[in-house]
């Protein structure tokens, strides 16, 4: 099995998603905590001025959930 290692790692072989074969990733445990630390130092993708203009293109012309 396949898990990921930081990049320093001396004895790490660099790969991407491509070279491991299908279903031989180890994927490592992702806690509750990992989703608040990414909360916490990613920014948005979107600018807010985006965000009302989708708003408003939604209020004019699409439907609401």
């Keep these: 099995m396949f ?3 930081d990049p320093s790692d001396p004895d790490g072989e660099r ?3 491509y ?3 299908n279903g031989k990733l180890k994927e490592p445990p992702v806690s509750c905590n990992d989703f608040l630390r990414a909360l916490q130092r990613i920014k948005p993708s979107v ?3 985006d965000l009302a ?3 408003d293109f939604t209020d004019k012309f699409g439907q609401d959930g």
């Design 3 to 5: 898990s990921p290692v």
């Design 15 to 17: 790969m991407n998603m």
């Design 19 to 21: 070279d491991i074969p």
């Design 47 to 49: 600018a807010e001025e």
């Design 53 to 55: 203009r989708y708003v």
